[in-house]
T-cell receptor
Framework: SQQGEEDPQALSIQEGENATMNCSYKTSINNLQWYRQNSGRGLVHLILIRSNEREKHSGRLRVTLDTSKKSSSLLITASRAADTASYFCATDGGSYIPTFGRGTSLIVHP | DGGITQSPKYLFRKEGQNVTLSCEQNLNHDAMYWYRQDPGQGLRLIYYSQIVNDFQKGDIAEGYSVSREKKESFPLTVTSAQKNPTAFYLC????????????FGPGTRLLVL
């Protein structure tokens, strides 16, 4: 089934730096979502971007979507140690049922 | 305090035993989902339900069963037919399957003795 793939698999940065992670997918979508998961916990929804949108912002988060390249990026600006988590993209493949990638593990060093 | 709860947090299964994971939500959501997460992996969909008394198989339904007798509850049974059940199980809900934002429970970690 359709699945987004995040890149890189792991990212290690210093506090204050920006973190960028990417998601590529295979088939047309209605929307793409980004979720965050702290170790051993459930996922928390961050942002949803629809196929007719190109960019969305939420606080320190910026998401872009390029449907021609079938890719999205999540930018976290001015990272904090509390941003340490795994980040997943979820795509619906046109079915409205999201399928998840394997995630990017982000470590922000104080 | 609205939310989605899962119990237990940890569950141990013996060989040949069926175990049931609980998922309850008080968000008045129609749709509910069960996912399995293996270490370093993404989430894989086991079953989902769009409405009471209805559910659909996901990508990895074999060895699992569900019921949806009440809107608030969507229990998952891991049967003895599931040969590799050790994983982290996540339940989620959404207003409907066309309202895509999902709200997740804290998860249940299932271990085999």
């Amino acid at each position: 089934s359709q699945q987004g793939e995040e890149d890189p698999q792991a990212l290690s940065i210093q506090e204050g730096e920006n973190a960028t992670m990417n998601c590529s997918y295979k088939t047309s979508i209605n929307n793409l979502q980004w979720y965050r998961q702290n170790s051993g916990r459930g996922l928390v929804h961050l942002i949803l971007i629809r196929s007719n949108e190109r960019e969305k912002h939420s606080g320190r988060l910026r998401v872009t979507l390029d449907t021609s390249k079938k890719s999205s990026s999540l930018l976290i600006t001015a990272s904090r140690a509390a941003d340490t988590a795994s980040y997943f993209c979820a795509t619906d493949g046109g079915s409205y049922i999201p399928t998840f990638g394997r995630g990017t593990s982000l470590i922000v060093h104080p | 305090d609205g939310g989605i709860t899962q119990s237990p947090k940890y569950l141990f299964r013996k060989e040949g035993q069926n175990v049931t994971l609980s998922c309850e939500q008080n968000l008045n959501h129609d749709a509910m989902y069960w996912y399995r997460q293996d270490p370093g992996q993404g989430l894989r969909l086991i079953y989902y339900s769009q409405i009471v008394n209805d559910f659909q198989k996901g990508d990895i339904a074999e060895g699992y069963s569900v019921s949806r007798e009440k809107k608030e509850s969507f229990p998952l049974t891991v049967t003895s037919a599931q040969k590799n059940p050790t994983a982290f199980y996540l339940c989620a809900s959404s207003i409907s399957t066309s309202q895509e934002t999902q709200y997740f429970g804290p998860g249940t970690r299932l271990l085999v003795l």
